[in-house]
């Protein structure tokens, strides 16, 4: 059975950091709800949720995704991008250690796990304004024991790679190309997002099913055209906060 680590909303949400997006109020009600149904639908698609020990004082503790990367043989503890976010590893460490070794990144290198996309033995990692080129050399280390290929992505105009591009099933990739390069993903069979959304790159792979925000329906048309029939959920709130689907989960 997978597992899916989650945390839940804080209340101190409306300090999140914020990059590209405008600040807004969030309704913190409104996002655990939404928050909720996020975990149900990890449930009803085999996943066994466990929650990491709440840390409500940190803003952008809910986003799981970028404090750690999960690989079947190790896990990997992130030094976050924003200083702000870098007490956040210490509750998902005290999580993981029960489900995997562990590796940690250490200074000067910083990485967000949302510049991570594991697509097999392909590892992407998004060289952005959160993750260094330092910590692309520390994940290679760590990972070339077990046969991983590590491929450094520049990403620009979007918080992290996974914002423009992520994995909807073997080999395949769904991708916003204004946002990144298509020339590492040769060999991945491409599905773009629609041009009229272009936040729609992030979609939640869970085994053989994803999960998809509704905010993006020609999106969704492009992906049913391909064949891929994600189960639709409102992420709305958390949006504002700049967190997409993948942010919000650990899953192994
Ligand atoms: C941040 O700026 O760090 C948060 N407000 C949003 C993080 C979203 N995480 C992700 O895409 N993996």
């Given amino acids: 059975m997978k597992i899916a680590l ?63 990367v999960v690989f079947d043989e190790i896990a990997v503890i992130t030094r976050p991008g924003a200083e702000s976010r870098r007490p956040e590893t210490d ?22 796990g949302g510049d991570v996309l594991r697509c097999g033995h ?8 959160r993750t260094n080129a330092a910590a692309v050399e ?22 992290h790679l996974k914002s423009a591009v992520t994995e909807t099933a073997d080999g395949v990739l769904l991708i916003n190309r204004t946002l990144v390069s298509a020339e590492p993903f ?14 729609a790159a992030n979609i939640l792979r869970v085994g053989e099913r994803c999960v998809f925000p509704v905010a993006f329906p020609r999106t969704l048309e492009r992906l049913e055209a391909r064949g891929i029939t994600p189960v639709v959920i409102d992420a709305s709130e958390l949006a504002k906060a700049e967190g997409a689907l993948t942010c919000c989960s650990l899953i192994f």
């Fill in 6 to 68: 989650t945390r839940a909303v804080p209340s101190s949400i409306a300090n999140c950091e914020l990059t590209h997006v405008q600040r807004e109020p969030i309704d913190v009600e409104r996002a655990r709800q939404q928050h909720a149904h996020y975990e149900a639908t990890l449930r009803t698609l085999g996943c066994l949720v466990e929650r990491i020990a709440d840390a409500d004082r940190m803003p952008d503790s809910v986003f799981v995704e970028d404090a750690a």
């Fill in 91 to 112: 509750g998902v460490e005290q999580a993981l250690v029960r489900h995997r070794q562990l590796r940690h990144i250490t200074a000067p290198a910083t990485i967000d």
């Fill in 122 to 129: 392909d590892v992407f990692i998004g060289v952005s304004t």
């Fill in 138 to 159: 520390q994940m290679r280390e760590f990972l070339a024991p077990f046969g991983y290929r590590v491929t450094p992505v520049d990403v620009g105009g979007v918080l």
């Fill in 186 to 199: 040769a060999g991945y069979e491409l599905v773009d997002v629609d041009p009229s959304e272009p936040m």
